[in-house]
């Protein structure tokens, strides 16, 4: 399928002044002319601003792919320090476990107790927030029961008091009847 482009626009014009140039008065070619002169002039532009536009965008590519390496070498030179400075304490304490194990033991003691104490009071803290969560969740059940039963209730009234009428109009649909053919006996004889 052929699509007209602005391209076109200029090879149209070059060619009417290719083929007329000197048809019609001078201001006419000079019209055309400016129009051709426009119409490169445009064309040029867009082109320009196109590859612009194309090259922003690479650089702004190149620029994430450059910070993002940049944040990967980081990251990478910080977890080798972390390391390494593992290593060293790993090392450090090899040469010195001898002497400490008697500090570290009541260290482990006093923090055991600490932690156990800590744990304790998480627990019970947990504990008590989800007794607290599951009286609440048992009040709004509650709740929701309590407005089920009386909506029940209110259908079984509603209910009942329909089936007094429907029994009352069936009642007097019967009297109705009977006067009825009361009378109807009465006007044949």
Known sequence: MFRWHAHHDVDLLREVVAVRPKSGTEEQYGELQ???DDASAYITDMQNKKTATKARKRLQEELDRNNAEQFRDDAMVAMREKNSRARDSDEETDEDEELTIAVQN??????KRTNKSDFMSYLSEKNSSNVALRQKELEYKNKALEVENKLKEDAMVLEQK??????KQIEMQFEMMRSFVG???FSKH
């Open 162 to 167: 329909r089936l007094d009428l429907q029994a």
């Open 34 to 36: 400016q129009l051709l």
């Open 183 to 185: 009378t109807s006996n």
């Open 106 to 111: 009541k260290k482990s003691k006093r923090k």
